[in-house]
């Protein structure tokens, strides 16, 4: 029998400031966008707190989440709760 031994930090999300990095980048781009487009730092800034705090959040109740997300469209066809119809089960007794 063989042992493998699994370190914790091949387990851990890679985070920047507590967040998943790709929350923390898609936060960053949204507020430098906010910025340069309305010309304030301050609206910029904030729609950057914003996300951030959403993106922690985010990755403190599942650091999957994003990925989660992304997928869900690719898998759609597979289950739709609306078409959902239950299966007839009959039980057959034994006596």
């Known amino acids: 029998m063989r042992i493998n031994h699994v370190y914790k930090s091949v387990n851990r999300p890679l985070t920047v400031l507590g967040v998943e990095r790709r929350l ?5 781009i949204n507020g430098v966008a906010t910025f340069n487009l309305m010309g304030s730092f301050l609206g910029g800034l904030l729609v950057f707190l914003a996300l951030f705090l959403f993106a922690q959040w985010s990755t403190q109740n599942d650091p999957q989440m994003l990925r989660i997300l992304l997928n869900s469209a690719r898998y759609k066809p597979l289950y ?11 039980r057959i007794s034994h006596d």
């Open 80 to 90: 739709c709760p609306v078409k959902f119809k239950p299966l007839r089960v009959k």
């Open 24 to 28: 923390f980048f898609f936060a960053a």
